[in-house]
C-alpha cells in the first residue's frame, strides 16, 4: 500500500519587485494580489499546507489573515538576482517532511480553486519528477526588436489568425 504524499503549496512573494513596487500588495478588487494564489490553493484542496514563503515579515501579516502558514527567508533570498531554484531549495530544506512542493503563483488573479487541484493530479497521476504550466497566447509578440509572430509593413493581424507563442 502506498502512502499519500505530502504536498504543501508554497506561495513565493517578494517585497523588493524592481518593475512594480509591492505588487503582491496591490489591491485586486478589494483584495491584495497575493490573497487570489492563497485563495486558489486553499480551494484546491490538494494542499497539506499552504505557505507563503517571503523575505518580508508584512507578508506574515497577511498569511495570518488569510490563516495560512507563513515561511520568512533569509533576507539574501528576497533579491532580484535570486534564482527560483535557490528559493525552492531553501524551502524544501524548511520543510523536509513535504514529499512535493507546488509553486503557486501570486501574478495569476484568475487562477481558480479547480485548476490547481487538476494541475497537481496531473502531477500524481502521471509520476512526474517536475511540471511547470504554460500557456500558448495569441498575441503581436516582439522579441529583440524584431517582430516573432507577424509583419509589421502588412495590415494588423486579428490576435485569433495569428500564430500563437
Not at 76 to 82: D, R, V
Amino acid at each position: 500500500m502506498h502512502k499519500k504524499p505530502i504536498i504543501y503549496a508554497m506561495i513565493p512573494v517578494r517585497a523588493g519587485s524592481s518593475r512594480l513596487k509591492l505588487k503582491n500588495l496591490a489591491l485586486v478588487n478589494g483584495e491584495p494580489l497575493i490573497y487570489f494564489a492563497i485563495q486558489a490553493a486553499k480551494e484546491s484542496k490538494v494542499f497539506n499546507r499552504v505557505i507563503v514563503n517571503s523575505d518580508h515579515e508584512v507578508f506574515g501579516k497577511i498569511a495570518e489573515r488569510y490563516e495560512v502558514d507563513y515561511y520568512q527567508r533569509p533576507e539574501a533570498l528576497g533579491s532580484s538576482e535570486t534564482k527560483s531554484d535557490e528559493v525552492v531549495v531553501d524551502f524544501m530544506r524548511a520543510y523536509p517532511q513535504a514529499d512535493i512542493v507546488a509553486w503557486v503563483n501570486t501574478i495569476s488573479p484568475f487562477q481558480i480553486g479547480s485548476e490547481v487541484a487538476r494541475v497537481v493530479n496531473y502531477f500524481l497521476r502521471k509520476k512526474l519528477d517536475s511540471l511547470i504550466t504554460v500557456e500558448n497566447k495569441q498575441v503581436h509578440t516582439i522579441w529583440n526588436d524584431k517582430p516573432v509572430n507577424y509583419d509589421p509593413n502588412v495590415p494588423f493581424l486579428l490576435t485569433q489568425d495569428i500564430v500563437p507563442v
